[in-house]
């Protein structure tokens, strides 16, 4: 009797131990039968709880919001989330409080304050693709730009592929902090993986400056500023090939400053960056050969349709043949847009050209190139266009390519166009290339505006 | 000697251009001429204003011209549409704008759209495949009385709030431009009242604040989906629906192309309006009572030629 009173009592103990015991071991051991049951009820229990706190939640919700928000204040940006609600998966712990955040309707966000109180829909704003919207938020704008590119006919100096998904662009954008906003580009390609640009602009800088700190594209004319997708060519001109170290361009790390200068008569802004002088043009044989480039670009509107746009550019760096050379380009460049207001979606012609000369050292090599170009917008979805471009070539000025362009461009939407292009190139060897040249760009995601 | 003269000149100059646009008097910046007329009925002169887009010009596609950056830099307030209407040009604006007054969160940056009444809020699931949908529900949501009165009060306190020692005239101001609309959407109503479940057509998804009010219903497009242009099987199907249900209205706004809505007519006998979505769309829409007055009866006019009802 005392015997079994103990085993009785050594079990209770036993067990007892093992209860406490349990929350801690049931991840990482098999429990007995027992305890399982007996988490099933706690299980059950929770899940109940949980259960009445969401219908509780319902039953807010349903009650009009519009005795409160008209009265909230005008906010200048979407609303601050609540915080995140643990996820629906979370082993939630014996005795805890059930969570009191409140679970976000499946795939939305708050709706912004206002809205629901002037009559808009409540509860949430649906969110592209999502389940669970709230910690996704403060998430960048991402886009990905695939640009395929085909090429047909002969060319036995500087061949392309038959075809090529030449880029994946894959962007990141979003506002830092209320000083600073940031933009990261990746650019997957049949060579590898690289940052094309990844920068950070502080736009508030006191005395008028914006500045930017990153890699990032030289602000060196027109062409070289831009990325491919935006381009309205499936090649470079090419003085770019020639002069400016390839498509690519000048494209290299550090920091850019630039000033707009206030005047009556038209905007003038003054840029000046320094580069670690590491890139497609120049080289960098010892840290201190930077490279520097500085831009003055002028703008007015000539109608409320039509306006002019001028930069003049020159950039800096040391050279690849030696620590002791450096290559010098001046630039020039000139864009006359039209676009009536009224016919914005349908018409639209933008001529541009630009000028570029290479000074190299050792031998004060001069190279001269530049290119012409227009593209006319005759439908709602279509373009024609057509471009000159001719370049000596940097290392060796008296060799000159040239190259003449036809291109027809169709827009199926915004997100994506289908583009061709017959080119004419003679090369200095005394070759000539007739190719026909097209691409497709599409877009996902969400991909910030450019820059004008 | 000559060169340093000509430089102490030209720097002289750009000072004193600079001093010259640092006035007192409060300048704000609308994105729209909407947003323009209204912030002008809530401060009258005690603010400068001036607008980007102009009302005869598809919101969505305005260009991003650094003309815009200059009239940025000096914005003490920026009035925007929101919901992603601005999102293709807006924003590098404000980047490159070097005033941080107007940066998005900011004190000086209103988002209008905050306290008005939207429409078109999608549920479900939504991707581009629908077309250019706003994710954040329609942005044309100016185009209703009540919305103009949100917004004027949403003006109101943001201009009290920089502007303390004007607070008094903007609430007075707004009380006023309150009563006028009231009295204004009153008459509209009347006149709308007879038309009130008349089946219309529309160019775009401009409208849905405006039918909202008068009672209008838009039961089809000329644009298969927002931002798609028309396609001829979308047109087929429209005729069909339109002498189906014996529409004989086609709303237009004056950015887009009439050749489709033309054709759509001829074949449905309706008829073609252009309205203006925004003040400045027409000569004669300068204000907001205007843009009202003018779209109203217009309409009228066509409702009444075509007999559609």
Known sequence: MLQSFR?????????????????????????????????????????????????????LEQQPAAAAAPTTPPVAVLPTPPAVAAPPTAPAAPGAEPPTVQQPPAGGVAVPPGAAGAGGPEGSLPVYGSTSALSKIFNPDMAVIGNFVGAAGRNDVAPLPALRLQEAEASFQA?????????????????????????????????????????????????????????????VPLPMANLLGGEEGLNDSGLSVSKLILNPVLFLEATGEIYQGNDHLFTSHKRGNLAYVGRLRGYRDITEGTNLDVGTSIAYGHNDVGPGFTTTIYGLDATVRYRPLRRAIYRRFIGRTELFWSRRQPEQANAFGAYVSGEYQFAQRWFAGARYDFSDRAADPLLQDKSGSLLLTYWPSEFSQVRGQLRRTRYAEGVDANELLFQFLFSIGAHGAHVF | ???????????????????????????????????????????????????????????????????????????????????????????????????????????????????????????????????????????????????????????????????????????????????????AEQRWKTTMAPYKGLKVVTYHRSWPNFADEFGLDVMGYVEPKPGIPPSPSHSLELIQEMKKDNVKIIIVEPYFDPKTPNSIAAQTGAQVVTLAPSVGGEKEVTDYFKLFDYDIGKLVAAIKATEAR
């Open chain 1, 175 to 235: 506002i830092v902090d209320p000083y600073a906003r940031a933009d990261f580009f990746l650019s997957a390609s049949p060579e590898g993986l690289e940052i094309e640009e990844g920068f950070i602009t502080f736009p508030t800088v006191p005395g008028g400056l914006l500045v930017k700190v990153g890699k990032m594209k030289a602000q060196f004319g027109k062409v070289n500023t831009q990325h491919s997708h935006v381009l309205p060519w499936v090649d």
């Open chain 2, 1 to 183: 000697m000559k060169r340093l003269i000509i430089g102490a000149i030209a720097f002289t100059a750009i000072l004193l251009a600079d001093a010259a646009q640092a006035r007192a008097a409060l300048r704000v910046v609308a994105t729209t001429q909407d947003l323009e007329a209204i912030v002008k009925e809530v401060a009258g002169d005690k603010v400068e204003t001036e607008s980007l887009a102009k009302g005869y010009q598809d919101p969505h596609f305005v260009e991003a011209k650094p003309s815009f950056i200059l009239r940025l830099n000096k914005a003490d307030l920026l009035v925007v549409v929101g919901r992603e209407l601005e999102i293709g040009w807006l924003p590098p604006l404000i980047t490159q704008s070097r005033n941080q007054k107007i940066q998005p969160g900011a004190q000086g940056y209103l988002d209008a759209s905050l306290t008005a009444k939207i429409l078109d809020l999608p549920t479900g699931q939504i991707t581009r495949a629908m077309g250019d949908v706003h994710p954040q529900g329609n942005p044309h949501y100016w185009l209703d009385a009540d919305n103009g009165r949100r917004i004027a009060k949403a003006i109101q306190a943001k201009l009290s709030e920089l502007d303390g020692g004007n607070a008094a005239v903007y609430a007075q101001r707004e009380a006023d431009f309150e009563r006028r609309i009231a009295d």
């Open chain 1, 7 to 59: 085993v009785n009592q050594v079990i209770r103990l036993f067990v007892a131990a093992l209860c406490l015991a349990m929350p801690a071991s049931a991840q990482s051991q098999a429990p007995s039968s027992q305890t399982t049951a007996d988490l099933r009820a706690e299980l059950e229990r929770l899940q109940q709880a949980v259960k009445a706190l969401e219908e509780k939640v319902a039953a």
